[in-house]
């Protein structure tokens, strides 16, 4: 079936297309029109027009969250079809898949109940003044959208920028863009203006590129590889435009000697084996106290070794990675780890099978100078370390340019709130590796990026604050 781009409340086809492969045999599943300039063109000005008229600014706010209601209601109308749309060009579990379409549903209700709630203050000047601040957004936002959760990170970012009356511009990800016309589609049931959403699929250099450099972009939201981060910071810069930076991360997860292992592991589980590792946020490190350092390590190999592996759709534990380059990656960091030294508890390899699998990986006796330690991999493939005494585990934690998340495992809540203020990371999970969720501010510090998601701070990241100072005549 061939997808189209949505451009000032149309479908857009194109004279060339993409083909998505399946990642589970490596063969065609679809295609998708495929933005060139011109159709960035296109929707800059939809957009831009939509701004320059007020369509979503000349409206009682309450509307705009009436709209954002109505997306979330044709999101979930749509969810079997969007959910095994999103695993056969993604890989991961239907389950998994059901689950993302329902949070980008989530998101659309959680800030549309936040549309009317942008309050400005007053500020005190005396009496011959009024003086007051006023929260008016950006304009045209600009946002590149990853490919390990196209939809509910189209939606994360687009609910709140919709909300605050900026008008959107998404350019979806190559790999991984089918489910996302969901979201396009729900914009067209819910009667949305026309330009407020456009959705634009093409390559990164090309489309991306043009989009982010374009003079009729007032803000860029970015997730994705620090090198690409940095580029498009760089075009930035040059017209001084506001940037939201999600760059990935290399977190851990310290475990002291009074941690609960059944919960450790359903985190271990969840926190670095979901989507196959491909997730920012993962578990990608374990840093265990000597004491319990070589029963972690079991305990995760026998878990592992019961982990079933093949095709999302079948709802396996173990699914493939989004691509085949990818797989070659990880591949990579898995020879590199074993030629520094590190030791296999399990993994390390691909199945003989089509599709682009990686078994479930353990690396154990991992150590700050081998790349395992400090490189973020995105896959499913975890680097255990040990520990002697607080202090060094914190050092280890936070021995990388990485600063997104990190996690504590200890049942001594003064320990883990020194944790908390110890790690270097934008956000702390206790006892539960993705505790938090969509009313949770998300963002890193460090190489990780800047700017937050999520929640009610991530709304006063779409708007400007505007102050107005009135001398009163007397």
Not at 56 to 78: C, E, F, M, S, V
Not at 147 to 156: D, G, H, I, Q
Not at 239 to 260: H, I, T
């Amino acid at each position: 079936m061939n997808y189209l781009n949505f451009i000032n409340g149309r479908q857009v086809d194109s004279d060339t297309h993409i083909i998505i492969d399946d990642p589970a045999t490596g063969a065609p599943m679809g295609r998708v029109a495929e933005a060139h300039t011109t159709h960035v063109e296109d929707a800059v000005a939809a957009a831009r027009q939509c701004v320059d008229q007020g369509l979503l600014t000349r409206i009682k706010p309450a509307q705009r969250g009436r709209w954002l209601h109505d997306i979330a209601d044709a999101l979930r109308a749509r969810q079997d079809e969007g959910a095994r749309l999103l695993t056969l060009e993604n890989g991961k579990s239907l389950s998994d898949s059901v689950d993302e379409i329902n949070e980008a549903a989530d998101y659309f209700d959680y800030y549309a109940g936040m549309a009317d709630k942008l309050e400005g203050k007053s500020i005190p000047l005396g009496p011959d003044y009024l003086d007051f601040t006023l929260y008016e957004p950006h304009g045209v936002s600009a946002q590149i959208v990853p490919w390990n959760f196209p939809v509910s990170l189209t939606a994360r970012s687009a609910a709140p920028a919709l909300a605050s009356g900026n008008a959107v511009i998404a350019k979806t990800p190559e790999l991984c863009p089918l489910a996302c016309t969901l979201i396009a589609d729900a914009c067209a049931d819910a009667d949305v203006p026309a330009g407020a959403f456009n959705l634009l699929c093409g390559y990164g250099h090309k489309a991306g590129a043009h989009l982010v450099g374009h003079a009729g972009v007032d803000q860029i939201v970015f997730t994705g590889s620090v090198k690409t981060g940095q580029a498009i910071m760089r075009s930035a810069a040059q017209r001084a435009v506001p940037c939201v930076m999600e760059l990935g991360g290399k977190s851990a997860a310290v475990v002291f000697d009074d941690a609960d292992i059944e919960g450790l592991l359903d985190s271990i589980r969840w926190g670095i084996f979901f989507n196959s590792g491909q997730v920012c946020s993962a578990m990608s490190r374990l840093l265990v106290s000597r004491s319990r350092y070589e029963e972690v390590i079991a305990r995760v190999a026998a878990m592992v070794d019961t982990f079933t592996l093949g095709p999302g759709i079948d709802n396996h534990v173990v699914t493939p990675l989004a691509s085949q380059t990818q797989q070659q990656q990880v591949l990579a960091h898995c020879a590199k780890a074993v030629q520094d030294g590190a030791r296999v508890v399990c993994g390390g390899n691909a199945p003989e099978r089509e599709g682009f699998f990686v078994h479930p990986t353990v690396f154990a006796d991992v150590t700050p100078d081998m790349a395992i330690f400090s490189n973020e991999v995105f896959g499913p493939v975890i680097a255990v370390t040990p520990f002697d005494d607080e202090q060094e585990a914190y050092h280890l934690a936070n021995a990388t340019d990485y600063g997104l998340v990190a996690g504590v495992f200890t049942q001594d809540l003064s320990r883990s709130l020194r944790a908390a203020q110890s790690l270097q990371a934008g956000q702390v999970f206790v006892n539960e590796w993705y505790a938090g969720g969509i009313a949770t501010p998300f963002g890193g510090v460090k190489m990780s990026g800047y700017g937050r998601e999520k929640g009610l701070e991530a709304l006063y990241t779409y708007v400007r604050t505007k102050n107005v100072a009135i001398r009163l005549n007397r």
